[in-house]
Nanobody
Framework: QVQLVESGGGLVQAGGSLRLSCAAS????????MAWFRQVPGKEREFVAT???????YYGDSVKGRFTVSRDNAKNTVFLQMSSLKPEDTAIYYC???????WGQGTQVTVSS
């Protein structure tokens, strides 16, 4: 059983930065493609970013150039550095093992204008 635990959310002003973390259990973390998604209540979950075992990354169009996903395989952790935050980035952010039903509990990010 794999568990994912996000942290690092909070309230930030527009233009500010936050760094989210997602700690994963499991011995094969380094082989996982890890993903970040976000969701506003009442709306569909939106893809944010993925990172594969070698560090190759992909980003959703709405966050390209502002967000950076990274990972530390030694610590079984994936990160999401968010910069130049906008009010429309306000959402619950979830980490996920790509292609699976393993999700964290989510962490709230609120960006005030």
């Amino acid at each position: 059983q794999v568990q994912l635990v996000e942290s690092g959310g909070g309230l930030v002003q527009a233009g500010g930065s936050l760094r989210l973390s997602c700690a994963a259990s499991g011995r094969t973390f380094s082989s996982y493609v890890m993903a970040w998604f976000r969701q506003v209540p009442g709306k569909e979950r939106e893809f944010v970013a993925t990172i594969n075992w070698s560090g190759r990354t992909y980003y959703g169009d709405s966050v390209k150039g502002r967000f950076t996903v990274s990972r530390d395989n030694a610590k079984n952790t994936v990160f999401l550095q968010m910069s130049s935050l906008k009010p429309e980035d306000t959402a619950i952010y979830y980490c996920n093992i790509w292609g699976t039903d393993y999700w964290g509990q989510g962490t709230q990010v609120t960006v005030s204008s």
